[in-house]
């Protein structure tokens, strides 16, 4: 109950108030109705702010409804009054984040918008977060609400520039016949905004080396990066580039002790189950150090 009633106070409100901070998505429409709706904003922040529930309803069309996620419908002016008085008498000092995505007008007389909301509790809960689609009409030269639609808000992610590295997810490891043994996993993070990998190395089951990275997109640049930990105290930066189905990974960081470390790492899939790992042109302080050998992972199940 307490997020449908969040997520009315939302919607509105970015119908409403994105036009005054952000303006068309579309350069559509008289800018004179521009520039009413953005004195509409302005009121409903005020009005909101001062927990007036009937200025509010008074948004709407008296006919006007608004539908939460789970399908439930306030219907006239009198129900969405009595929601947010509901609101109002329980929750103190809301405050908004709104982010308008589109705003286009389908007559002189109708415009419809969407985006993404939040509405924040000052007692530092998480946040109440939706997608919404609004309707908004012009009767009378007046601009109101008619129809409020929320649907779940769905974090965006990078999922779709990381998923060329999807068949790396999960766990694998060498067979150790030489006495070492080689361990790599990766997992997508809760909002696949990044994908972490976990590496270790055992001699004869003693740890001797294990690394953490984050990988992720670099929306400036345009290309998938990471950034290394080493679990001695050192840490770099890595550019990935692919080549055919492998990628290439170069590498620049700081040893514990402040000496620079530069390599280039090469990995990919040879089949479902199998990876190969190279570690080349590797050097400390300008020191050359000879390549590894290639060695195959097999997928842990």
Do not use: C
């Amino acid at each position: 109950m307490r997020t449908r009633l969040l997520a009315i106070i939302a919607l509105p409100a970015i119908m409403l108030t994105i036009l005054a901070l952000r303006g068309w998505a579309e350069e559509k429409g008289d800018p004179k109705d521009k520039e009413a709706i953005a004195k509409n904003a302005e009121a409903f922040i005020e009005a909101f702010q001062k927990g007036d529930a009937k200025a509010l309803a008074a948004f709407w069309t008296p006919d006007g409804d608004y539908t939460d996620q789970k399908g439930v419908q306030l219907k006239g002016r009198e129900a969405i009054e009595k929601a947010f008085t509901k609101l109002f008498s329980e929750h103190k000092d809301l405050k908004l984040r709104i982010e308008s995505e589109a705003l286009r007008f389908v007559t002189p007389d109708v415009a419809i918008e969407d985006g993404q909301t939040a509405v924040i509790t000052p007692d530092g809960a998480p946040a109440s977060r939706a997608r919404y689609t609004i309707v908004h009409v012009k009767k009378n030269e007046q601009w109101l609400l008619s129809s409020v639609r929320d649907a779940a808000y769905v974090p965006p992610s990078n999922h779709e520039h990381l998923s060329a590295l999807e068949w790396a997810i999960g766990d694998w490891a060498n067979d150790g016949e030489t006495g070492h043994k080689e361990k790599l996993s990766f997992a997508w993070t809760e909002t696949q905004n990044f994908i972490v990998a976990n590496f270790s190395t055992d001699v004869k089951d003693v740890p001797v080396g294990a690394a953490t990275f984050w990988i992720g997109w670099d929306p400036i640049a345009k290309n998938i990066r990471s950034w290394m930990f080493d679990a001695d105290g050192g840490f770099g930066d890595n550019t990935w580039t692919r080549d055919g189905k492998k990628w290439t990974i170069k590498t620049t960081g700081v040893l514990r002790d402040g000496k620079k470390l530069a390599a280039t790492y090469v990995i990919g899939p040879v089949d479902a189950d199998t990876i190969t790992l190279q570690s080349k042109e590797r050097s400390v302080d300008g020191k050359e150090l000879p390549d590894t050998k290639e060695i195959k992972l097999k997928r842990v199940k």
